[in-house]
């Protein structure tokens, strides 16, 4: 599978408040990577602060995504601040393949460890896949695709644009891969608004407000409130 092993250089952007530079992450970038998504991403999203995890456990959780997102499959984009180098904003990005069975592919074991261990994590992934039921290769009918997750821009240079263009130099990555399809589930109001900007074609739509878990007949979710409560898959073909 390809894999970003070397950085690429995906452009600039310039706002009246500050320059910045677009490249893919490498796993020499994730200390910076995962500070980042700890500070600004892992104790804010809806769907963990509805089931009151403890934020030592969401820290853990994101910092082995990360890990296992740069080491694995990896199409990550970074924002770079020009004038100081550092890392301002992350879209993570995971290159999938369809498996020999046809099915979608699994968490490597690190991840599979961490499942275990916090078992919130679970009720999450049935939450995720109500979305979508239906296998996403079968369901967009190809063998590969790109998934992005965890978009995560510095408070500092927020309502700068930054966010957009990380979704736009990921087409980009994901086009020099020879991805065509990108899949998104955004679970904030702010990430889905950036998608319908960029013309990003709704599959399914969830109003967790109304959900109820098949396991367990409950809904752990129902304190989300609007406009979080609905979660969306969003897609985009890239080489059409």
Not at 21 to 43: C, G, K, P, W
Not at 80 to 104: I, P
Not at 164 to 175: D, F, G, H, V, Y
Request: proline fraction near 2%; include cysteine.
């Amino acid at each position: 599978m390809h894999n970003c092993k070397s950085m690429i250089s995906l452009g600039e952007y310039h706002t009246k408040e500050a320059k910045f530079y677009f490249r893919s992450l490498t796993m020499n970038d994730l200390v910076e990577a995962q500070q980042l998504i700890i500070s600004h991403y892992s104790t804010r999203e809806q769907i963990r602060t509805a089931l009151n995890v403890p934020h030592a456990e969401l820290i853990a959780v994101d910092k082995q995504r990360t890990k296992s997102n740069l080491e694995h499959k990896n199409a990550s984009v970074g924002a770079f601040e020009c004038a100081s180098g550092r890392l301002v904003g992350v879209q993570m990005n995971a290159l999938l393949m369809r498996t020999a069975d046809g099915m979608e592919q699994k968490d490597d074991e690190e991840m599979i460890k961490v499942d275990a261990k916090f078992p919130w994590r679970t009720p999450v992934k049935r939450l995720m896949k109500k979305l979508c039921d239906e296998n996403l290769f079968k369901l967009y009918k190809t063998d590969r695709l790109v998934r992005v997750y965890m978009l995560t821009v510095h408070e500092d240079f927020s309502r700068l644009g930054l966010a957009k263009q990380l979704i736009i130099k990921s087409e980009t990555l994901a086009k020099h891969f020879g991805y065509n399809l990108i899949v998104a589930k955004p679970t904030s109001a702010y990430s889905k608004s950036i998608f319908i900007n960029l013309k990003y074609t709704l599959e399914f739509s969830l109003n967790v407000q109304e959900y109820v878990d098949d396991v367990t007949g409950e809904n752990p979710f129902k304190t989300m409130t609007h406009p979080h409560n609905v979660l969306t898959l969003y897609h985009r073909r890239l080489l059409d």
